[in-house]
């Protein structure tokens, strides 16, 4: 799988966009783009994945660049609820190997009032 | 609502003790199913992928035979710590896969283990 970078942490204050980057330059072209949170002391939460496009959902947006060697993703109105660690993952969507996910460290967000 | 449900949310054991963790898929039947665990201030790493009606796959540094897991049915995957000590205390996870879901997981809530 394709190694991610991500900030370890980052700030944001209530009502406004969090905007949290994650580079993955060696994604291969049939691996995905996934995004889960965890909150303390609580399971992960799936986000929203995507391959190429810009995807949209009720939680957030994600935004890949072209050469999809970098993504974003968008909380576009931050709540004090969604302080947590938000983890990119990249991986293949099938394949033998189908299912496991492989995490990072993520990067920390904190929403402040 | 819940997709995954795990239990129990939090368990303390004396050590030379044996633990069962249940997880369960509350919205379709999975045959995978995952099983990580996460130590203080760390990532979730993966222990061993669960699989309906064979032997699971563990990840490497991984004991099977302390971490046995059986899954006995499309909605049942069990973790049995086996002989717990306090190094094995830790946040227990389990997770599942929606076939035709591009490989979305769903999350237990988790299990609290705390060996003394």
């Known amino acids: 799988d394709a190694k991610t970078t991500q900030p370890p942490s980052m700030d944001c204050a209530e009502g406004r966009a969090a905007n949290l980057p994650c580079n993955h330059s060696t994604i291969s072209g049939n691996e995905y783009v996934y995004w889960y949170r965890q909150i303390h002391s609580q399971g992960p939460q799936y986000i929203i994945h995507g391959l190429k496009n810009n995807e949209t959902n009720e939680m957030a947006s994600l935004i890949i660049t072209e050469d999809r060697k970098s993504s974003t993703l968008i909380l576009p109105h931050a709540t004090l609820r969604d302080t947590a660690v938000y983890y990119c993952i990249v991986r293949a969507a099938g394949g033998t190997s189908y299912g496991k996910l492989t995490f990072g460290q993520g990067t920390i967000l904190t929403v402040h009032p | 609502g819940a997709v995954v449900s795990q239990h129990p949310s939090w368990v303390i054991c004396k050590s030379g003790t044996s633990v069962k963790i249940e997880c369960r898929s509350l919205?379709?039947?999975?045959?995978?199913m995952f099983w990580y665990r996460q130590f203080p201030k760390q990532s979730l790493m993966l222990m061993a992928t669960s699989n309906e009606g064979s032997k699971a796959t563990y990840e490497q540094g991984v004991e099977k035979d302390k971490f046995l897991i059986n899954h006995a049915s499309l909605t049942l995957s069990t973790l049995t710590v086996t002989s717990a000590h306090p190094e094995d205390s830790s946040f227990y996870i389990c997770?599942?896969?929606?076939?035709?879901?591009?490989?979305?997981?769903?999350f237990g809530a988790g299990t609290r283990l705390s060996v003394l």
């Open positions: 919205d379709f039947q999975a045959t995978t």
């Open positions: 997770s599942v896969s929606r076939t035709g879901t591009k490989n979305i997981q769903y």
